[in-house]
C-alpha cells in the first residue's frame, strides 16, 4: 500500500529508526517527553508530501510525453529526487499510475456526483447542460492527466477496468437525469438518447483536450450547442423545460 510506502520511505529519509519512546533527551521514556511521541508523525507527513511530489511530477511527465513514453528516471527527475527515493515508494511506473488514476477518479466521481445533482433537473433545458456540464469539462482541463490515464491504450488494467465501471455509472445518471426531460420516451428509446448524448460529450471532450485557450472555449461552446440541439427537439416546443426564447429555433441563449 502506499501509505506503508510512505511510512518506510518517509523513515529512511530521517535520521534513525529508534522507536519513539527513546527518541526523548538522555534516551529517556518519561511521560513529560513529547519530542518522541511526534517524530513519527513528522517522518510520516514527509513521506507524504514526498508521495504527493511525485504523483504531482508523473501527472506532468504524463501529459507531456505520454503514459507509454514515460519512465520512472523521467518522473523521479521532474520531482528532483534520485530514482533511490522514489523506489523508496513506488516499485515501478504502473504502481505511480495506480496511485494516480486511484486518486483522479475518486475527486472525478465527487465531480459528477455534484454535476449530476437532483435540483439540476428543475432547470431548463440549455441552463441544466450548463451546470452539468461545466464542472465536467473543468475537471478534465484542470486535471489534464486525468484524460491520459482514462485514454490510453497501454493504461495499466486496474484503471481501464475502474473506469469502465465508472462509464457505465455515468452513463445511468445521464439517463436517469433525461428521463425527467422526456417522460414519454420508452425506456428503449432513454437508454439509446442517453447513450448518444453521452458520447457527444466524449467526442466533444476530445476536441476541447486538443486546444487551449479562446480557441478550447469555442468547441466547449460548440459542444454545448451540438447537444442541445440534438436534445431540444425530442423535449418538443411545449415542455417546460424548454427555455421560452429558444421554443422556435431551439437555439441556446448566448449573452
Not at 170 to 185: F, K, Q
Not at 187 to 211: S, T
Not at 240 to 255: E, F, I, N, S
Amino acid at each position: 500500500m502506499p501509505e506503508a510506502r510512505a511510512k518506510k520511505g518517509a523513515a529512511g529519509d530521517g535520521a534513525a529508526g529508534k522507536p519513539a519512546a527513546r527518541e526523548g533527551a538522555g534516551g529517556t521514556t518519561g511521560t513529560g517527553d513529547t519530542t518522541g511521541a511526534t517524530r513519527p508523525r513528522r517522518r510520516q507527513a514527509r513521506g507524504e508530501a514526498r508521495i504527493a511530489q511525485l504523483l504531482q511530477a508523473a501527472a506532468s511527465v504524463f501529459c507531456t510525453s505520454g503514459y507509454t513514453a514515460s519512465s520512472t528516471n523521467a518522473i523521479a527527475r521532474e520531482a528532483g529526487v534520485s530514482p533511490g527515493t522514489l523506489y523508496q515508494f513506488f516499485p515501478n511506473k504502473e504502481a505511480i499510475a495506480v496511485e494516480l488514476g486511484d486518486q483522479l477518479l475518486h475527486r472525478w466521481r465527487d465531480t459528477y456526483g455534484a454535476a449530476f445533482d437532483q435540483t439540476h433537473l428543475e432547470l431548463p433545458l440549455d441552463q441544466m447542460l450548463d451546470a452539468v456540464l461545466d464542472p465536467l469539462i473543468a475537471f478534465n482541463c484542470e486535471n489534464p492527466a486525468f484524460f491520459v490515464l482514462m485514454h490510453g491504450s497501454e493504461i495499466p488494467g486496474r484503471i481501464t477496468e475502474e473506469h469502465d465501471t465508472l462509464h457505465t455509472t455515468m452513463l445511468s445518471r445521464v439517463e436517469g437525469i433525461l428521463a425527467d426531460y422526456l417522460p414519454d420516451v420508452p425506456a428503449v428509446q432513454l437508454h439509446r438518447v442517453a447513450e448518444m448524448a453521452f458520447m457527444v460529450f466524449k467526442a466533444g471532450l476530445d476536441l476541447v483536450m486538443a486546444h487551449e485557450g479562446e480557441e478550447r472555449e469555442a468547441y466547449i461552446r460548440e459542444m454545448k450547442a451540438a447537444m442541445y440541439r440534438y436534445l431540444a427537439p425530442l423535449i418538443g416546443d411545449d415542455s417546460p423545460h424548454l427555455a421560452p426564447h429558444a421554443r422556435q429555433d431551439h437555439t441556446p441563449h448566448t449573452p
